[in-house]
Protein backbone atom coordinates (compact mmCIF):
# COMPACT_ATOMS: atom_id res chain seq x y z
CA UNK A 1 0.00 0.00 0.00
CA UNK A 2 1.24 3.21 -0.77
CA UNK A 3 1.50 6.39 1.37
CA UNK A 4 -0.91 8.83 0.32
CA UNK A 5 1.88 11.76 -0.69
CA UNK A 6 4.89 11.44 -1.38
CA UNK A 7 7.55 12.83 1.51
CA UNK A 8 8.09 16.48 2.05
CA UNK A 9 11.43 17.47 0.59
CA UNK A 10 11.57 21.48 1.47
CA UNK A 11 14.96 21.77 -0.56
CA UNK A 12 13.82 20.33 -4.18
CA UNK A 13 11.15 23.09 -3.79
CA UNK A 14 10.55 26.95 -3.78
CA UNK A 15 7.54 28.63 -2.95
CA UNK A 16 6.78 31.10 -5.60
CA UNK A 17 4.44 33.11 -2.91
CA UNK A 18 5.97 34.72 0.34
CA UNK A 19 5.21 35.70 3.95
CA UNK A 20 2.11 37.72 2.24
CA UNK A 21 1.08 36.50 -1.14
CA UNK A 22 0.27 33.31 -1.83
CA UNK A 23 1.46 30.92 -4.56
CA UNK A 24 0.49 31.93 -8.05
CA UNK A 25 -1.01 28.44 -8.52
CA UNK A 26 -2.89 28.05 -4.79
CA UNK A 27 -6.29 26.38 -5.11
CA UNK A 28 -7.39 28.32 -2.13
CA UNK A 29 -6.04 32.14 -2.08
CA UNK A 30 -9.09 33.23 -3.73
CA UNK A 31 -11.87 31.94 -1.20
CA UNK A 32 -9.36 33.30 1.59
CA UNK A 33 -8.77 36.93 -0.10
CA UNK A 34 -12.46 36.92 -0.28
CA UNK A 35 -12.42 36.63 3.69
CA UNK A 36 -10.52 39.33 3.79
CA UNK A 37 -7.29 37.17 4.72
CA UNK A 38 -3.98 37.52 2.77
CA UNK A 39 -1.35 34.63 3.41
CA UNK A 40 -0.13 36.30 6.50
CA UNK A 41 -3.26 36.26 8.25
CA UNK A 42 -3.73 32.76 7.94
CA UNK A 43 -0.48 31.17 9.81
CA UNK A 44 -2.66 28.62 10.66
CA UNK A 45 -3.59 27.58 7.46
CA UNK A 46 -0.22 28.20 5.92
CA UNK A 47 1.21 25.96 8.81
CA UNK A 48 -1.27 22.96 7.63
CA UNK A 49 0.05 23.48 3.81
CA UNK A 50 2.69 21.14 2.93
CA UNK A 51 4.71 21.26 -0.55
CA UNK A 52 5.38 17.68 -1.99
CA UNK A 53 9.19 16.71 -3.71
CA UNK A 54 8.09 16.33 -7.29
CA UNK A 55 6.45 13.60 -8.51
CA UNK A 56 7.73 12.23 -12.27
CA UNK A 57 5.59 10.36 -14.69
CA UNK A 58 3.98 7.35 -13.63
CA UNK A 59 4.48 8.40 -10.21
CA UNK A 60 1.22 7.77 -7.88
CA UNK A 61 0.22 10.25 -5.84
CA UNK A 62 -2.74 7.88 -4.01
CA UNK A 63 -3.99 4.28 -4.64
CA UNK A 64 -7.40 3.29 -4.69
CA UNK A 65 -8.25 2.05 -0.86
CA UNK A 66 -5.04 4.07 0.29
CA UNK A 67 -6.27 5.66 3.84
CA UNK A 68 -7.67 8.91 3.01
CA UNK A 69 -5.91 11.86 5.41
CA UNK A 70 -5.24 14.82 2.94
CA UNK A 71 -5.72 16.64 -0.18
CA UNK A 72 -4.05 18.03 -2.37
CA UNK A 73 -3.85 21.05 -4.91
CA UNK A 74 -1.79 20.83 -8.30
CA UNK A 75 1.14 23.25 -8.36
CA UNK A 76 2.34 22.17 -11.85
CA UNK A 77 2.11 19.44 -14.15
CA UNK A 78 -1.03 17.34 -14.79
CA UNK A 79 -2.43 14.63 -12.83
CA UNK A 80 -4.79 11.69 -13.89
CA UNK A 81 -7.25 9.88 -11.81
CA UNK A 82 -8.88 6.39 -12.93
CA UNK A 83 -10.37 2.91 -11.74
CA UNK A 84 -9.21 -0.38 -12.31
CA UNK A 85 -12.30 -2.64 -12.99
CA UNK A 86 -12.59 -6.32 -11.80
CA UNK A 87 -11.67 -7.16 -15.71
CA UNK A 88 -8.58 -5.39 -15.13
CA UNK A 89 -9.88 -2.44 -17.57
CA UNK A 90 -8.80 1.06 -16.91
CA UNK A 91 -11.26 3.71 -16.60
CA UNK A 92 -9.92 7.14 -16.65
CA UNK A 93 -11.96 9.40 -14.64
CA UNK A 94 -10.23 13.01 -15.35
CA UNK A 95 -7.07 15.07 -15.30
CA UNK A 96 -5.99 17.56 -13.05
CA UNK A 97 -4.40 20.72 -13.56
CA UNK A 98 -2.50 23.93 -11.68
CA UNK A 99 -4.62 25.16 -9.28
CA UNK A 100 -6.94 22.30 -9.13
CA UNK A 101 -7.43 19.76 -6.16
CA UNK A 102 -7.51 16.00 -6.15
CA UNK A 103 -8.60 13.54 -3.00
CA UNK A 104 -12.11 15.27 -2.12
CA UNK A 105 -13.49 11.83 -3.28
CA UNK A 106 -12.06 9.98 -1.01
CA UNK A 107 -13.96 12.34 1.98
CA UNK A 108 -16.74 9.77 1.91
CA UNK A 109 -15.33 6.49 3.18
CA UNK A 110 -11.96 7.77 4.53
CA UNK A 111 -10.35 5.47 2.27
CA UNK A 112 -9.51 7.24 -1.49
CA UNK A 113 -11.56 5.13 -4.19
CA UNK A 114 -9.65 5.91 -7.50
CA UNK A 115 -6.26 6.53 -8.21
CA UNK A 116 -4.23 9.54 -9.33
CA UNK A 117 -0.88 9.37 -10.92
CA UNK A 118 1.51 11.52 -12.58
CA UNK A 119 1.46 12.30 -16.21
CA UNK A 120 4.13 14.36 -16.39
CA UNK A 121 6.73 16.63 -13.77
CA UNK A 122 3.91 17.07 -10.63
CA UNK A 123 4.28 19.54 -8.04
CA UNK A 124 1.89 19.32 -5.06
CA UNK A 125 0.90 21.05 -2.16
CA UNK A 126 -0.67 19.08 0.39
CA UNK A 127 -3.93 19.30 3.36
CA UNK A 128 -4.51 17.69 6.40
CA UNK A 129 -7.99 17.85 5.41
CA UNK A 130 -9.15 17.05 9.19
CA UNK A 131 -7.25 20.54 10.06
CA UNK A 132 -8.70 21.97 7.09
CA UNK A 133 -12.21 21.15 7.93
CA UNK A 134 -11.84 23.15 11.55
CA UNK A 135 -10.80 25.85 9.74
CA UNK A 136 -13.65 25.64 6.85
CA UNK A 137 -16.10 26.16 9.67
CA UNK A 138 -14.34 29.70 11.02
CA UNK A 139 -14.06 30.94 7.31
CA UNK A 140 -17.55 30.77 5.68
CA UNK A 141 -16.09 31.71 2.39
CA UNK A 142 -13.53 28.52 2.69
CA UNK A 143 -16.16 26.27 3.66
CA UNK A 144 -17.99 27.13 0.32
CA UNK A 145 -15.07 26.85 -1.58
CA UNK A 146 -15.03 23.25 -1.05
CA UNK A 147 -18.46 22.99 -2.06
CA UNK A 148 -17.67 24.70 -4.88
CA UNK A 149 -14.80 22.02 -5.52
CA UNK A 150 -16.70 18.90 -4.47
CA UNK A 151 -19.69 19.94 -7.03
CA UNK A 152 -17.44 20.62 -9.55
CA UNK A 153 -15.89 17.28 -9.41
CA UNK A 154 -19.47 15.78 -9.67
CA UNK A 155 -20.64 18.10 -12.57
CA UNK A 156 -17.11 17.11 -14.57
CA UNK A 157 -17.41 13.17 -13.97
CA UNK A 158 -21.35 13.66 -15.39
CA UNK A 159 -20.05 15.94 -18.43
CA UNK A 160 -19.58 13.30 -21.27
CA UNK A 161 -22.32 11.15 -20.33
CA UNK A 162 -25.41 10.94 -23.15
CA UNK A 163 -25.63 10.35 -27.13
CA UNK A 164 -22.91 12.80 -28.44
CA UNK A 165 -20.56 13.04 -31.59
CA UNK A 166 -17.03 12.23 -31.47
CA UNK A 167 -16.79 15.59 -32.60
CA UNK A 168 -19.33 16.96 -29.78
CA UNK A 169 -16.90 15.31 -27.26
CA UNK A 170 -13.76 16.22 -28.71
CA UNK A 171 -14.94 19.39 -29.08
CA UNK A 172 -16.09 20.25 -25.28
CA UNK A 173 -12.71 18.29 -23.91
CA UNK A 174 -10.68 20.94 -25.25
CA UNK A 175 -13.06 23.86 -24.64
CA UNK A 176 -12.93 22.76 -21.28
CA UNK A 177 -9.39 22.07 -21.37
CA UNK A 178 -8.76 26.04 -22.05
CA UNK A 179 -11.13 27.37 -19.85
CA UNK A 180 -9.45 25.82 -17.02
CA UNK A 181 -6.18 26.93 -17.76
CA UNK A 182 -7.48 30.45 -18.82
CA UNK A 183 -9.06 30.47 -15.09
CA UNK A 184 -5.33 29.92 -13.63
CA UNK A 185 -3.66 32.72 -16.35
CA UNK A 186 -2.28 30.38 -18.77
CA UNK A 187 -3.18 30.63 -22.40
CA UNK A 188 -6.88 29.37 -23.70
CA UNK A 189 -5.21 29.50 -26.88
CA UNK A 190 -2.05 27.58 -26.87
CA UNK A 191 -1.49 24.38 -24.71
CA UNK A 192 -0.16 21.04 -24.63
CA UNK A 193 -2.06 17.81 -24.22
CA UNK A 194 -0.09 16.28 -21.65
CA UNK A 195 -2.12 13.09 -21.71
CA UNK A 196 -2.07 10.01 -24.27
CA UNK A 197 -4.61 9.42 -27.10
CA UNK A 198 -5.36 6.71 -25.47
CA UNK A 199 -6.03 8.64 -21.61
CA UNK A 200 -8.40 11.05 -23.72
CA UNK A 201 -10.22 8.55 -26.03
CA UNK A 202 -11.01 6.57 -22.53
CA UNK A 203 -11.78 9.48 -20.91
CA UNK A 204 -14.00 10.33 -23.88
CA UNK A 205 -15.27 7.02 -23.94
CA UNK A 206 -13.70 6.88 -27.85
CA UNK A 207 -11.56 4.64 -29.47
CA UNK A 208 -7.82 6.03 -29.58
CA UNK A 209 -8.24 6.03 -33.49
CA UNK A 210 -11.12 8.20 -33.37
CA UNK A 211 -9.52 10.71 -31.32
CA UNK A 212 -6.50 11.02 -33.75
CA UNK A 213 -8.98 11.55 -36.70
CA UNK A 214 -11.17 13.92 -34.94
CA UNK A 215 -8.12 15.96 -34.62
CA UNK A 216 -6.87 15.75 -37.96
CA UNK A 217 -10.37 16.41 -39.17
CA UNK A 218 -9.98 19.81 -36.72
CA UNK A 219 -6.85 21.04 -38.50
CA UNK A 220 -8.22 20.22 -41.67
CA UNK A 221 -11.32 22.26 -41.25
CA UNK A 222 -9.07 25.24 -39.80
CA UNK A 223 -10.50 25.15 -35.93
CA UNK A 224 -7.18 24.00 -34.43
CA UNK A 225 -2.95 23.42 -35.43
CA UNK A 226 -2.16 20.37 -33.91
CA UNK A 227 1.88 19.10 -33.75
CA UNK A 228 2.66 16.29 -31.44
CA UNK A 229 1.02 17.51 -28.11
CA UNK A 230 0.74 21.36 -29.37
CA UNK A 231 -2.36 22.55 -29.77
CA UNK A 232 -3.45 26.26 -30.64
CA UNK A 233 -7.15 26.94 -31.03
CA UNK A 234 -7.47 28.59 -34.17
CA UNK A 235 -11.60 29.00 -34.32
CA UNK A 236 -12.63 29.08 -30.71
CA UNK A 237 -16.33 30.40 -31.69
CA UNK A 238 -16.90 27.16 -34.47
CA UNK A 239 -15.50 24.57 -31.17
CA UNK A 240 -17.31 25.88 -29.12
CA UNK A 241 -20.77 25.99 -31.00
CA UNK A 242 -19.63 22.24 -31.63
CA UNK A 243 -19.17 21.53 -27.61
CA UNK A 244 -22.40 24.14 -26.32
CA UNK A 245 -24.44 21.38 -26.23
CA UNK A 246 -22.43 18.89 -24.16
CA UNK A 247 -21.36 22.06 -22.03
CA UNK A 248 -24.82 23.27 -21.14
CA UNK A 249 -25.67 20.01 -20.05
Not at 191 to 215: C, H, K, W
Given at each position: ???????????????????????????????????????????????????????????????????????????????????????????????????????LDGIDGDRYPCNAVALDTVMLCQFS?????????????????????????????????????????????????????????????????????????????????????????????????????????????????????????
Open positions: MSTPFPHHSQSTLADDGDDFTFCSTCAFSQACLAEGMDKSGLRNLHMLVEHTEPLHAGDHVFRAGDPFEAIAAVRSGTVKTYTIDREGREHVLGFHFPGEVIGFPKISVLAAQLPGLQRHLFRLLSRNIGRAALLDGDWTAGQRMAAFLIGLSRRLAARGFSPHRFQLTMARTDIGNYLRLAPETVSRVLRRFQQDGLLQIERRDVELLDRARLEALAEPILRS
